[in-house]
């Protein structure tokens, strides 16, 4: 049965209940796209405004249709997002950073780092020994978050600088909205206060924001000090609680403590090489150079190709380089490029090619582009760090940019649930009948319409827990796309959730992005109508296209 002809089953079926029939009943025959927000109004007075039943009743009647076929039509977790036209035919070359990028590692990596800095906060650092009752919350923070460096305080902020109420954190405990509002004297965080271009708390900025994945363990000790201080009703100053915790993750990196456990148990904390591989053999039968820019050192890269790819891992690469110091790599002219032995002795002499099987450390990226050539468009590098890897590749040079976001494929697969789509289903119907109904100001029409807003504004924190029960989604702060996305979107070409994705397309792909309405564009597909529903989504292997 057609939603058309169900409409007219129910009109008949309540109209003798509804007093105002007569003045809304000629909305009835106007149909526009899969559902006409006005013809839903007959159910203004009975089924929206009464109990769970009638609503159920009506979930059913009008969006079983739709709800099989948004499920019919999940989206592939392997799909490759586009944000820009990109056709992979233009492309000559591709660039890789190493951690999370070729090297995936398994959550024991995150509960390394935390432990370590933990206790480098208490030996080197004084901190209280109670701290090391701590251990690390794999699902506690998720990445893009803000941290208020002077109050403490953990956050997520959306794409227009709204923090979003219900992911502030003190500790471990969350902040009353009320306190928020009047800390912040609203809920809108200054640009003069926000990070810096790269996300960090600098030049007057209060904010830190913490975008690679590296960052959660860091998050979570954050948390988890300023948590024990609390308890123990311990004065403490916030800026240098931030600036130990800073050095002490720093110290697990820099002095090779978190290099030197994971190569002796490198089965243990590297996971999906295989899919790595794979992807590298594909480029080097199809004659594409490949390149390897990253900040960790050569003995840690060398052992974990090993193990992803064997021994002669440096022969897929034309160029390798280690120790970059991304993101200065980018800016910074001054250091030159230094050659490096097999054994990690650094060689003196001046270099005026960079040569394939060699190894090179620091460097800049003038210095690349003048003896490599690899400049513009032809050029794609591939890195999960949105402002280290590829804010100013974008920006300043041209080259075509991926994003590697291993939470896609979790994000994804909770989108693809039936609980998510009935939820999101309601959701976007109770806004559309908000935005069409709050023109209507006779009592009752205002009385049942404050109810869709009540109700609409209670759903809210279940789309944030069904993700994360603190932080929600990395994407979206309810309704707006995150601080994050904003970023994503700017600075990445195309997204995904690891470089395996790429074995699903050929070298003469061209990925679309979605042409979605400007808000003052007319919504020429039925899709993006005011309820937010309409024709399906398109196929999992059609996903890159639209």
Partial sequence: MRPKDRLEMLIIAVHVSV???????????????????????????????????????VFLFFFSDLISVITANSVDPDTIFANNEMSLRDIEIYGFDYDYTLAFYSSHLHTLIFNIARDILVTNHRYPEGLRKYEYIPNFAVRGLHYDVQKALLMKIDAFHYIQLGTVYRGLHPVPDEEVIAMYEGCHVPLEIMSDFY??????????????IFSL?????????????????IDYEPVHLYKDVKEAIRDVHVKGIMYRAVEADIEKYICYGEQSHAVLKKLSAQGKKMF?????????????????????????????????????????????????????????????????????????????????????????YFGDHIYSDLADLTLKHGWRTGAIIPELRKEIKIMNTPEYVHMMTWL???????????????????????????????MKPQTKDIFNAQFGSLF???????????RLSRFADIYMASISCLLNYDFQHTFFPRRTPLQHEAPYWPEHGSTGLGVSSPAPQDQSRV
């Avoid at 996300?199 to 007057?204: A, F, N, P, R, V």
């Avoid at 998050?219 to 308890?231: A, H, I, K």
């Fill in 476 to 486: 979206r702060t309810y309704h707006n796309p995150t601080y994050f996305s904003r």
């Fill in 217 to 233: 363990p860091e998050m979570t000790l954050l948390s988890c000090v300023n948590d024990f201080f609390m308890r123990h009703n």
């Fill in 292 to 380: 390897l820019i990253t900040n960790s050192p050569f003995d840690f890269v060398d052992r974990g190709m090993n193990y992803i790819v064997g021994k002669d891992w440096r022969d897929l690469f034309d160029v390798v380089i280690v120790q970059a110091d991304k993101p200065s790599f980018f800016n910074d002219r001054r250091k030159p490029f230094r050659r490096v032995t097999d054994k990690g002795v650094l060689l003196w002499d001046r270099i005026h090619r960079l040569e394939k099987g060699q190894i090179y450390k620091q460097g800049n990226l003038y210095e690349f582009l003048r003896l490599t050539g690899w400049r513009g468009s032809k050029v794609l």
């Fill in 19 to 57: 007093q105002s029939f007569a003045e809304i009943g000629p909305l009835v025959t106007k149909e526009v796209g899969y559902i006409q927000i006005h013809s839903l109004s007959v159910l203004l007075y009975i089924f929206l405004n009464s109990n769970k039943l009638n609503k159920a009743l």
């Fill in 199 to 212: 996300g960090k708390s600098s030049h007057g900025h209060t904010m830190k924001q913490f975008m690679d």
């Fill in 428 to 458: 976007q119907s109770l806004t559309g009948l908000i935005e069409q109904m709050q023109v209507h100001r006779d009592p009752t029409s205002r009385a049942v319409v404050e109810e869709w807003i009540k109700e609409r504004e209670a």
